[in-house]
């Protein structure tokens, strides 16, 4: 029985939105890397990156393929694959190792999304580090080859890119390309590219003639020769990526290899230039705080890689450590897979007052930004963290709520379409909108902010929309008419038992952050409101054995997901009868991969399915709940990165991939209430 995860598609490269390079395959030499917007019916998105190792002057491939279709090559002899003998994805790293003629080969990824250290984690720089040893008791030469192409820069092949190289210190070789025309933050959208800024590939403890920029073409060359000629760069630019594709080059000499290890790094970086648009004000990634150039920040990467190496394998086994005492070693595993998704679908800047802002995309199923309804599922993940980032999703929805801009009482599902934050182009139409969904999320997540930190003044800041949004839950918060929810894929419902359950959680969470603003009589009322509207809600919504979708259905049923904040708030606004017996109902329509969102389809939501299965109070009841989703990882066809909608009968994926909301499987580690106070 496999006990090792095969992930549906691995993370490599994962610094943000656009800087967001995968695996798909169970081997890394079965085919070319790719942008996670590649996708199983499209033309495939390359984002090229190739790996040979010269053992004793035989060259093995152990990443990427070697020929491009267009480039029309003459029959040649292929250089033998490296064994690939495991796959490990970490929470910041992913480990590949390879065995071929006496060498074990250590491929280690790591982008170091560091939750408290933003300083890192908004570094646009990630490390590929080769480890090499031998396992035959034998002396070995071994040299390392490596190119990345210049498709990570475009967002067709079409386009036109030049490149150059660039001056960052005596020992650190530095390549760049972007293309010729830059539109900075000229194109916005779901499953786009940036075609803007220039990708870096940096070589440390490198010289000139261990570097190149040429064509792949170049690829063959040293394949079939093992030797990495000294050459001129390609000086044929501008040109289309699509034609005889440019990409920078290094080869790595590791020496004679015995038993003991020999490492060697490389960085790859993108400087965007810009990186939002702010009500229209274009700002920089907010790494520019603590560098005045990519240059300096690669240096700065370079100089610092022991030591944040050393914090990523602390920051991995601790998580693991806690992911695996709460959930098993199955959960650890999804955890781990989920962590520098959720991270890496954001971007982080800064306002001109200094204030965080943490821009989330909506990959995958409309390309918005800041959308609300995405960044509550995301929000554990960052409030055990680090709950200044959420402060930082929510600050541009309150900027965007008070503005003449907005015309609705409740608030607002997003800012724009990502990259640029200056308005809703979702719909303002009421029908588009998601009205007792997003003021329930967003005084959830204040009032969770709130907690973690152990002090109301983010509320106080916002009181007058946070009282304007509790009213409007109060007035239609119990029976929701007929609108959309978070779940909008599965169109309006009325009546939606879940949906109220969001209502009066959100209704509770202001009664806690009055009290915390010391307006106890205030706390009292509200608190009392939520209580009765929850009582209510058990006679409307009981159906035996279950509670329904909607209230007007009987034999119909859903994940009360909304639930779980009775517990991680202390609200206990509902009977405890009301979680039992759900999750005990969610056991009976369980299928091979997981229980379904609802009766009315056989997909789910893994988010929703995590948060359902943390109402559960005993860790077996909630390992039995989220197993299925280990399974649905390792065996679906579907190779995408991380989906948060799939069916649970076949394991096919349904839409949504490399998106945010997998923050939210982090959630059973808040059952533990050491989240809350951290800072008071």
Known sequence: MNTQLRPPAVPLVTIDPYFSVWSTRNLLHEENTKHWTARRHDQEERHGMVGMAVIDGTVYRFMG???????????????AVMKQVSLVVKPTSTQYTFEAAGITLTLDFT????????????????????????????????QIYFDATGEWCVHT???????????????????????????????????????????????????RNDTVIAPV???????????????????????????????????LSLGQIGGTAVSRFVALAYDDVFSIE???????????KFHVSIEEAIRAAVDEYPQIMELCRKFNEQLIKDATAVGGSKYADVLSLAYRQAIAAHKLVEDEEGNILFFSKECDSNGCIGTVDVSYPSVPLFLLYNPELVKGMLRPIFKYAVSEDWPYEFAPHDVGRYPIANGQIYGKSIERQMPVEECGNMLIMTAAICLAEGDGDFARQNWALLTQWADYLVEFGLDPGNQLCTDDFAGHLAHNTNLSIKAIEGIGGYSLLCNMLGQADTAVRYLQTAKTMAAEWVKMADDGDHYRLTFDSPGS?????????????????????????????????????????????????????????????????????????????????????????????????????????????FIRLMKDSSWKNRNG
């Open 65 to 79: 393929k070697l020929s491009y279709d267009e480039d029309n090559y003459d029959f040649f002899s292929e250089p």
């Open 111 to 142: 982008s170091p999304l560091l939750l408290d250290r933003l300083d890192i984690l908004s570094r646009p720089v990630s490390y590929v580090t080769f480890e090499a040893a031998a396992n035959d008791g034998k002396t070995h030469d071994v």
């Open 557 to 665: 049923w859903s994940l009360k997901y909304n639930l779980v904040w009775d517990t991680l708030f202390d609200l206990n606004l509902f009977p405890k009868e009301v979680a039992s017996k759900e999750t005990r109902y969610y056991q009976k329509k369980q299928n091979r991969y997981g229980t379904p969102l609802d009766s009315r389809k056989t997909y789910t939501k893994v988010d929703w399915l995590v948060w359902a299965a943390s109402l559960a109070e005993e860790k077996d009841e909630f390992v039995r709940l989220i197993e299925p989703v280990w399974h649905f990882l390792n065996e679906s066809r579907s190779r995408v990165p991380l989906t948060d909608w799939y069916y649970t009968i076949d394991g096919t994926y349904q839409a949504f991939v490399n998106r945010t909301v997998v923050g939210g499987l």
């Open 278 to 288: 702010y009500f229209h004000k274009m700002l920089p990634g907010y790494w520019h």
């Open 157 to 207: 092949a079409v386009q036109e890119i030049e490149w150059s190289r660039v001056e960052v210190r005596d020992d650190i070789q530095s390549m760049r390309m972007g293309t010729v025309k830059q539109n900075v933050l000229g194109r916005k959208g779901d499953r786009t590219r940036i075609d803007w800024g220039y990708f870096y590939l940096a070589v440390p403890e490198c010289d």
């Open 217 to 251: 073409s170049y690829r063959k060359q040293f394949a079939q020769t093992g030797r990495f000629e000294r050459m001129e760069d390609d000086e044929d630019m501008p040109r289309p990526v699509e034609e005889r594709t440019p990409m920078m080059a290094c080869c």
